[in-house]
């Protein structure tokens, strides 16, 4: 199966932009990978904050927004806050599987 | 409430099996798709398996494949997870996931399987 790539950890300061990218090994993720974003802090389940590609759930900060950047799909975060401090995953979808990426953790610093 | 209540985990020896269920409320059930994520302690997410709202179709992680089988009944709105040979490797939490059309809106808070002698 293929192999979904993303930073393994970044850091942005209180109030900055950080982006997070998601890789895919079969080549661009593109809209038809319907890619999704998840958070998840520790010893909680993850919650989803982005799908297919942009859209938001009534509880995803308005904050966080996700696109395609290049062949990556793209997870921007506009003023960090304290608590966006999380563990952050990427997933796409192909035939008949999904996959997700190893995971970005993020440290607001 | 959209809940999901993941049962069924606990200490199992390698090469026994283990069924998992997740039962469903504050939605209509069969109107969705539904899926099994793990996690190993400390370790990233994994999809494990997905099923449609009619049992049509169900997919599996190539991990996965002849050895867990996903189901679900919808009259009793449950998911169900059936594993098979269990290795130490299989340790992990176990979540179920509302599917489409919902954008994988909730998740469950996770069963723990522990796998070991």
């Known amino acids: 199966q293929a192999v979904v790539t993303q930073e393994p950890s970044l850091t942005v300061s209180p109030g900055g932009t950080v982006t997070l990218t998601c890789g895919s090994s079969?080549?661009?993720?593109?809209?038809?990978?319907?890619p999704y974003w998840f958070q998840q802090k520790p010893g909680q389940a993850p919650r989803t904050l982005i799908y297919?590609?942009?859209t938001k759930h009534s509880w995803t900060p308005a904050r966080f927004s996700g696109s395609l950047l290049g062949d990556k799909a793209a997870l921007t975060l506009s003023g960090a806050q304290p608590e966006d401090e999380a563990d952050y995953y990427c997933l796409v979808s192909y035939t008949n599987a999904v996959v997700f990426g190893g995971g970005t953790k993020l440290t607001v610093l | 409430e959209v809940q999901l209540v993941e049962s069924g985990g606990g200490l199992v020896q390698p090469g026994r099996s283990l069924r998992l269920s997740c039962a469903a409320s504050g939605f209509t059930y069969d109107d969705y798709a539904m899926h099994w994520v793990r996690q190993a302690p400390g370790k990233g997410l994994e999809w494990v398996s997905s099923i449609s709202w009619n049992s049509d179709k169900k997919d599996y992680a190539d991990s996965f494949k002849g050895r867990f089988t996903i189901s679900r009944d919808n009259s009793k709105k449950s998911l169900y997870l059936h594993m098979n040979s269990l290795r130490p490797e299989d340790t992990a939490f176990y979540y179920c996931?509302?599917?489409?059309?919902?954008?994988?809106?909730?998740w469950g808070q996770g069963s723990l399987v522990t796998v070991s002698s």
């Open positions: 079969t080549g661009a993720v593109t809209s038809g990978h319907y």
């Open positions: 996931v509302k599917g489409a059309p919902s954008g994988w809106e909730k």
């Open positions: 297919d590609t942009s």
